[in-house]
């Protein structure tokens, strides 16, 4: 029960012996002086109990207002005095803690909007998920590395997206981090972790690309060793073959030493054979600068295509090219890029065997498509194909794709080579 009812029973009571004594002083008249002086400290008792509920009750309604003020979230009103010592203490206590509590939320207000801003610009990915698992934000930074629209992503869980880093994410188990190469050549350290809000973990992926410093770590390693082997085997194979050479010439005066002759020389062919295959190596860290001009993409494809018509016959292969007339020119190096789609349409034709098809696309504003219907590439093998070296055939060298990678990049591109669920394998290629 309020004071206030409290308050009005006492008044009541009050009032009732007010009237009890004002019966008895009307049936008993001999005496009217204790009727007086009950009536006057009836009266005098009302009097104090209205002060004393002014000094008790309206200070705690307006304490009660406070909390209102509290509960609305309504920080920036304050509560006025009353006029009473201790009433306007906890008035004062009320009004600093409201200020606090107002800088307290400003200061939060403003850090969230920071950490916004800086998730926003983060060079890192980050993907925050719901209680549930499902997408709530990312920023572009993880949308770019992802490949797809943000209306893709949201309200999704990470295992239904359709990307292969998305994939990769999805496989991480919680406070787990682990370095993946996909198969566009970019290497990625992706953790899988969560934050404390209100009291529940939120989960969320932090992505960090590496491509850049793992491709300059391993560019330096293989141009060491590759100068070194070379110095040594070409140094080598150049005193041998002049050894042979001398020693083929002595012996071809004589008789009988024709056999040993074609010996020697086959030996001297070998020492050229190996020396141009160490040469070759060489030649991937050669690599010029592309001297970027405005070209048109749909002519150095059909050129590509025209010179490489004559290998896939060759191998019964249909090669179509379908050209969007909206694509207009890009900056490229024509020499180089044209090496570069060679490569691509070689790897084809040599995946693909006997028997099979090439569909060349160029799609609006810049994009290439290179897709065949060869047996495809295995996941496994697909985590390694831009590696130094790396070659799925019997008796390659691994250096095709390390040059399209490093021409491609130099070039500013974005490019993928993945088998999809249609049987198609695609290597596309995007320009900036």
């Known amino acids: 029960m309020r004071i206030k ?25 001999d005496s009217r002086l204790p009727y007086y002086i009950m009536e006057g400290t009836i009266a005098f008792i009302l009097i104090y109990l209205i002060v004393f509920y002014n000094k008790i009750v309206k200070p705690m309604h307006t304490i009660g207002n406070g909390m209102e003020l509290l509960r609305e979230q309504d920080f920036s009103s304050r509560l006025s005095p009353v006029g009473q010592h201790e009433a306007d203490r906890i008035v004062n206590i009320f009004n600093r803690m409201m200020d606090q509590l107002k800088n307290e939320r400003l200061r939060l207000r403003e850090q969230n909007h920071f950490l916004d801003l800086l998730i926003q610009a983060s060079p890192m990915g980050v993907i925050i998920t719901d209680l549930d698992g499902n997408i709530s934000q990312a920023n572009p930074m993880a949308i770019k590395m992802l490949g797809i629209h943000l209306e893709s992503l949201l309200n999704k869980p990470i295992e239904k997206i359709d990307s292969p880093l998305a994939t990769e994410l999805a496989a991480l188990s919680k406070e787990e981090t682990r370095v993946v190469r996909l198969n566009d050549a ?29 491709i300059r770590a391993e560019k330096k390693a293989y141009e060491k060793v590759i100068r070194m082997i070379a110095h040594e085997v070409n140094n080598t194979t150049a005193g041998i073959t002049s050894t042979l050479d001398t020693v ?43 001297l970027l001009s405005r070209n048109s993409l749909n002519e150095t494809a059909t050129t590509c295509v025209r010179f490489m018509e004559g290998l896939c016959n060759d191998h019964h292969i249909q090669l179509t090219l379908q050209c969007a007339p909206d694509v ?71 250096i095709g794709l390390i040059f399209i990678r490093e021409v491609l990049n130099r070039h500013g591109c974005t490019f993928s080579l993945r088998t999809y669920n249609d049987g198609w394998t695609r290597f596309r290629i995007s320009f900036p």
């Open 186 to 214: 970019n290497i990625y350290r992706c953790t899988f972790t969560f934050f404390i809000d209100r009291g529940f973990q939120h989960p969320f992926y932090l992505i960090e690309r590496m491509t850049d410093e793992v």
């Open 328 to 398: 207009g020119d890009v900056n490229l190096d024509t020499s180089l890029f044209e090496q570069v789609l060679v490569n691509i349409i070689k790897n084809a034709v040599e995946s693909i065997g006997q028997d099979g098809e090439i569909r060349i696309t160029t799609t609006a504003p810049a994009s290439l498509e290179v897709a065949d219907n060869g047996p495809g590439i295995s996941k496994e093998t697909e985590e390694k194909l831009f590696s130094p070296f790396f070659s799925t055939k019997p008796h390659g060298q691994g």
């Open 248 to 290: 083929e010439q002595a012996l071809a005066t004589e008789k009988d030493m024709e056999e040993i002759c074609d010996v020697m020389h086959i030996c001297t062919e070998r020492c050229f054979s190996m020396s141009k295959f160490i040469t070759r190596f060489a030649d991937v860290v050669k690599i010029p600068e592309p």
């Open 5 to 29: 009812s409290f308050f009005i029973i006492l008044a009541l009571i009050l009032l009732a012996l007010s009237g009890a004594l004002a019966y008895w002083a009307t049936h008993l008249p």
